[in-house]
């Protein structure tokens, strides 16, 4: 799933220190993506934002549901009738994705694909009322059963998967990961709306903007940060507009329609992997049953904002 784009607000540095600051915006995973660490090696600097472009890469080759040769697109091609041998690194996270679900009563819901590919927003297309009473019986997180020996089976014709909502997340840790190996302190890395914080800005926290969702040239809170992950999941990044009623790519898996009730959800966490799922989790279950959970979280804090543009923070926000 497309996130919205979080804004990384940079603080004035001097002319010597921008040098050692390097910095590189690029696309990936259908999204943009943009790097940012210090590093007063510029040789290794340079090879080390080629290997984070490779990784993304590497990641949106294996998990992409668009790529027919990815093993994701292998998975839907085939589980339905028989067993498919993934490697470690998709059947973990396939098998982080179903703990979350189970977490979330089913709010996080990665079959939600089952219904999600008969939307098209660019096109304003949307499904029947037929096809989707149909289509949202196949969205069933169980459905994917996770088999001895990195093996997996759909339960039923049908059933498809995407991992946008946690790909990206990961994606990004997994990046911040190579750099921290590497040596790196003190870095930024962001695709989508999923950002990940390596330690501060060199004595300064990263200023990270949380974009306003209903005014394009405004922030709806700006939020000093270090050492840490932020995700955020919004209503407006793909959407279509017919008869007064927005089609977004936020499914709630219970309806097979786009969720109401909120306009963005932002959390913040020590992984970019569960932050990027947990905020599309607490989109679709609320702000009444979001809040709950997310106060079950004590590593974890959320921002919401309403369907009335009033921002609701968990209580450790709020004591800040």
């Known amino acids: 799933m497309t996130r919205l784009l979080i804004t990384i607000i940079s603080l004035l540095i001097s002319?010597?220190?921008?040098?050692?600051?390097?910095?590189?915006?690029f696309e990936t995973m259908g999204t943009s993506a943009y790097v940012e660490f210090?590093?007063?090696?510029?040789d290794t600097a340079a090879q080390l934002i080629q290997q984070v472009q490779a990784e993304f890469e590497r990641?949106?080759?294996?998990?992409?549901?668009?790529?027919?040769?990815s093993e994701l697109s292998r998975l839907n091609t085939l589980a339905a009738t028989e067993n498919i041998t993934v490697s470690t690194e998709l059947f973990q996270l396939l098998s982080r994705a179903t703990d979350i679900s189970n977490q979330t009563a089913g709010a996080f819901d990665i079959t939600f694909a089952s219904i999600g590919f008969y939307y098209d927003?660019?096109?304003h297309k949307k499904p029947d009322p037929k096809v989707l009473q149909q289509a949202k019986q196949l969205i069933n997180y169980k459905s994917v059963l996770l088999l001895a020996d990195n093996k997996v089976r759909y339960a039923k014709p049908g059933v498809k998967v995407d991992l946008g909502g946690i790909a990206k997340g990961y994606a990004v840790e997994q990046a911040s990961l190579l750099l921290a190996?590497?040596?790196?302190?003190?870095?930024?890395i962001t695709a989508g709306g999923?950002?990940?914080?390596?330690g501060d800005k060199r004595g300064l926290p990263w200023q990270v903007a949380i974009k306003h969702p209903r005014q394009d040239d405004r922030f709806a809170a700006q939020l000093p940060l270090m050492d840490t992950a932020i995700s955020t999941s919004g209503d407006y990044e793909r959407f279509f507009i017919e008869d007064g009623i927005r089609y977004h790519h936020i499914i709630d898996p219970s309806t097979g329609k786009s969720s109401t009730g909120?306009?963005?959800?932002?959390?913040?966490?020590a992984d970019t992997t569960y932050t990027d799922a947990l905020s599309t989790s607490l989109f679709v279950l609320g702000l009444e049953q979001g809040m709950q959970l997310i106060e079950r979280l004590p590593e974890y804090e959320a921002i919401f904002i309403d369907a009335a543009k009033k921002m609701h923070f968990s209580s450790g926000l709020a004591q800040q």
């Open 121 to 123: 927003y660019r096109q």
């Open 38 to 42: 210090y590093s007063q090696d510029s």
């Open 15 to 25: 002319q010597s220190a921008y040098s050692q600051w390097h910095r590189l915006p």
């Open 181 to 188: 190996k590497a040596g790196i302190q003190h870095a930024l």
């Open 194 to 198: 999923d950002t990940r914080l390596l």
């Open 59 to 69: 990641i949106n080759q294996l998990m992409s549901p668009y790529i027919a040769t």
């Open 262 to 269: 909120l306009l963005s959800v932002s959390v913040i966490g």
